[in-house]
């Protein structure tokens, strides 16, 4: 996406210095936009965990990076050591592997972590060449930009039918947290059909949840549709259900750190409630993820491992108090919406109902 004058990626390998892979440092958004520079897996495993990138899909192809990271270390230095050829090799396929247990325990609840490392690992073991994990690395996250347009095209008709419905009136958006370019390769997924609609010349609106603790919403939620010039109001998290009772939401659009085979959706905490309220008032409440943010290996809400985050988080903003020092805090970074609260997934392979045999149809 376009800042400014100047076209994007949330994440780029340096074509210049083999051993550098730039991310924007969204802690710093939307005050300042700061490029920094991963250089090793642990400096991958620092980013994801601190949150200088965040978002399921973007998490995936950090973490991609980071194997790829990790073998051009361990290669490099495995080189200068004596040793036979196979004991080499062998070393350093044991250090990445360790690397990229590392990586994966780095959060928890976005399946595309996992996804991306195991992907990442299959390919180091058939190839384990540095320029091949590189093209890897590039592939994945050029497949993943790609998602995320094909999510746009399939979620803009949805919007279209509003629009027209409404005789080209504002069709009014909810989102929550950040489910846009920053949280993906490019494009998003929750606003990739939001993009492409304002694009095309349809009036959209969006409320943006500001999604305390973090407020990826008012930091980049916000950001990121005031540059692309998309009409957007800021709220507060609890401000959606009056919204919605009062008909000035059209359409909820949100994203997904992983989706259950039945098609539950575990995203941002808070999700959940816009769901029960959206349903409460008969609105329809979209869930947009790419295929690689489901986990067919479990069917069931409950098998999903919700992030639990500092108390600071709660207890602070920007570092300055806001509770009672040593307050007991619960800080769950995530909820699951139940399939049955959601009107609709919206996949780089079309929209599918939530419920088993549409997911599997639509996953394989
Ligand atoms: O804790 P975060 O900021 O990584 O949480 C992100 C979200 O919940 C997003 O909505 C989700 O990853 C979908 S992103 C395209």
Same mark, same amino acid.
């Given at each position: 996406? *376009?800042? $400014? %004058?100047?076209?994007?990626?949330?994440?780029? &390998?340096?074509?210049?210095?083999?051993?550098?892979? /730039?991310?924007?440092?969204?802690?710093?958004?939307?005050?300042?936009?700061?490029? +920094?520079?991963?250089? @090793?897996?642990?400096?991958?495993?620092?980013?994801?965990?601190?949150?200088?990138?965040?978002?399921?899909?973007?998490?995936?192809?950090?973490?991609? =990076?980071?194997?790829?990271?990790?073998?051009?270390?361990?290669?490099?230095? #495995?080189?200068?050591?004596?040793?036979?050829?196979?004991?080499?090799?062998?070393?350093?396929?044991?250090?990445?592997? @360790?690397?990229?247990?590392?990586? !994966?325990?780095?959060?928890?609840?976005?399946?595309?972590?996992?996804?991306?490392?195991?992907?990442?690992?299959?390919?180091? *073991?058939?190839?384990?060449?540095? %320029?091949?994990?590189? *093209?890897?690395?590039?592939?994945?996250?050029?497949?993943?930009?790609?998602?995320?347009?094909?999510?746009?095209? /399939?979620?803009?008709?949805?919007?279209?039918?509003?629009?027209?419905?409404?005789?080209?009136?504002?069709?009014?958006?909810?989102? &929550?947290?950040?489910?846009?370019?920053?949280?993906?390769?490019?494009?998003?997924?929750?606003?990739?059909?939001?993009?492409?609609? /304002?694009? !095309?010349?349809?009036?959209?609106?969006? =409320?943006? %949840?500001?999604?305390?603790?973090?407020?990826?919403?008012?930091?980049?939620?916000?950001? #990121?549709?005031?540059? /692309?010039?998309?009409?957007?109001?800021?709220?507060?998290?609890?401000?959606?259900?009056?919204?919605?009772?009062?008909?000035?939401?059209?359409?909820?659009?949100?994203?997904?750190?992983?989706?259950?085979?039945?098609? %539950?959706?575990?995203?941002?905490?808070?999700?959940?409630?816009?769901?029960?309220?959206?349903?409460?008032?008969?609105?329809?409440?979209?869930?947009?993820?790419?295929?690689?943010?489901?986990?067919?290996?479990?069917?069931?809400?409950?098998?999903? #491992?919700?992030?639990?985050?500092?108390? $600071?988080?709660?207890?602070? +903003?920007?570092? +300055?108090?806001?509770?009672? #020092?040593?307050?007991?805090?619960?800080?769950?970074?995530?909820?699951?919406?139940?399939?049955?609260?959601?009107?609709?997934?919206?996949?780089?392979?079309?929209?599918?109902?939530?419920? !088993?045999?549409?997911?599997? *149809?639509?996953? @394989?």
């Amino acid at each position: 996406m *376009k800042v $400014e %004058d100047r076209y994007y990626r949330s994440i780029w &390998h340096d074509e210049s210095d083999r051993g550098a892979v /730039h991310v924007i440092d969204q802690r710093m958004l939307p005050f300042s936009l700061e490029v +920094i520079t991963l250089r @090793s897996a642990a400096d991958v495993y620092d980013a994801i965990s601190n949150m200088t990138v965040r978002g399921a899909p973007l998490i995936g192809a950090a973490a991609a =990076w980071g194997i790829y990271l990790s073998f051009l270390r361990h290669s490099g230095r #495995e080189r200068n050591s004596s040793g036979t050829e196979q004991s080499r090799a062998g070393d350093v396929y044991n250090a990445v592997i @360790s690397d990229a247990q590392q990586l !994966k325990s780095a959060r928890p609840t976005a399946v595309n972590l996992a996804w991306a490392v195991d992907y990442m690992t299959g390919v180091m *073991k058939s190839f384990p060449d540095a %320029d091949v994990l590189r *093209k890897a690395a590039e592939g994945l996250c050029d497949e993943e930009a790609e998602r995320s347009r094909l999510i746009g095209v /399939h979620g803009l008709p949805l919007i279209e039918a509003i629009s027209s419905i409404k005789g080209g009136e504002t069709v009014n958006i909810l989102t &929550h947290c950040n489910a846009g370019w920053l949280a993906c390769v490019d494009y998003g997924t929750a606003l990739a059909p939001v993009y492409l609609a /304002h694009d !095309k010349g349809i009036k959209v609106h969006v =409320w943006v %949840d500001e999604t305390r603790p973090r407020n990826q919403g008012s930091r980049l939620t916000a950001w #990121e549709l005031l540059n /692309h010039g998309v009409p957007c109001t800021l709220i507060t998290d609890n401000a959606g259900g009056h919204l919605m009772q009062n008909g000035r939401v059209d359409i909820v659009f949100v994203g997904c750190d992983r989706a259950t085979a039945s098609g %539950d959706v575990a995203n941002k905490t808070g999700t959940y409630l816009k769901a029960l309220a959206a349903y409460d008032n008969g609105i329809p409440f979209y869930s947009a993820l790419p295929v690689s943010s489901f986990d067919m290996t479990i069917d069931r809400p409950e098998q999903i #491992e919700i992030e639990e985050r500092d108390a $600071e988080e709660v207890r602070t +903003i920007d570092g +300055i108090s806001i509770a009672p #020092e040593g307050i007991a805090v619960s800080n769950y970074g995530f909820d699951v919406t139940p399939a049955r609260l959601i009107t609709g997934l919206v996949t780089d392979r079309g929209v599918c109902r939530a419920d !088993k045999e549409s997911v599997i *149809k639509t996953v @394989s």
